[in-house]
């Protein structure tokens, strides 16, 4: 067996270790990036303004700078949590604040909610930074401070009506099954996957956007031609208004059954 020891400095050289390797490979992205910002590549030198390769490539140097930024920080925050003794810390006045009073179930539930709540509040100063700096410098934020608040708030209270009755039948089942409970408790998870593939594009997505069927019937008919081609089926095509947030343009498909669909940035689109 391995003693504590050494389990401590494996931990921190394999930190080290990923770290390194995440800030090598995004710098030489971004060196990459840099070099090639002067002209834009043969193939797209006829539909690409030089001005707008430059631009691209100004955002991606500053969404990458911003990123090593946020690795590290990020690495900061699991030494504090692990080796520092700060989920030792949390665990302890957690315990000695809930437990006597409700229970284990709850002073589990609690170190969860509590963990979660604290790591979203360091990460949200570089949420803010992000769009309403960078995303805002570059003209692609349209999200305003209210909606942003609304769609924090959206988010936690959807978070924590999903989140709270998983976390708290994951750690029933850990108590009632004895040695196989991680067999029962990917079983729960599985048919949780499921149910939320059926229920987020019919009930939790149309919370934080309005979504249209796409109108556009030439459209319509070119994509349901390359799907066909693909051999995907989907329910719906629709158009999301993602304008609301962001200029960017973008698109995806979820769902399962008769809730799987196609799904429309109206950027995209215009």
Known sequence: MLS????????????????????????RQMR????????????????VSLAAH???????????????????????VLLGWTLLGGLDTLNAWVFDTVQPRWGNLAYQLSLLVAFTVIGGLLDLPFDLYGTFRIEQQFGFNRTSWRLYLVDMIKGA????????????????????TGATWWL?????????????????????????????????ESLKARVQALMQR????????????????SAHGNAYFTGLGAAKRVVFYDTLLA
């Open 54 to 76: 430059q631009r691209a490539a100004d955002y991606t140097l500053a969404k990458g700078r911003f990123s090593l930024l946020g690795m590290a920080f990020g690495s900061v």
């Open 32 to 47: 990459h990036v840099a070099s090639h910002r002067p002209a834009v590549p043969a193939p797209f030198a006829e539909k």
């Open 4 to 27: 504590p020891l050494l389990l401590t400095w494996t931990f921190a050289a394999a930190l080290v270790a990923s770290l390194a390797t995440k800030l090598w490979l995004a710098t």
């Open 184 to 216: 029962w408790a990917w079983g729960a998870w599985v048919a949780f996957n499921l149910l939320i593939m059926v229920v987020y594009p019919t009930v939790i997505a149309p919370l934080f956007n309005k979504f249209e069927p796409l109108a556009d």
């Open 230 to 245: 693909c051999g995907f089926a989907a329910k719906g095509l629709f158009v999301m208004d993602g304008s609301r947030r």
């Open 157 to 176: 209270l959807v978070g924590a009506l999903i989140g709270l009755p998983l976390a708290a039948g994951v750690l029933w089942i850990m108590g009632a």
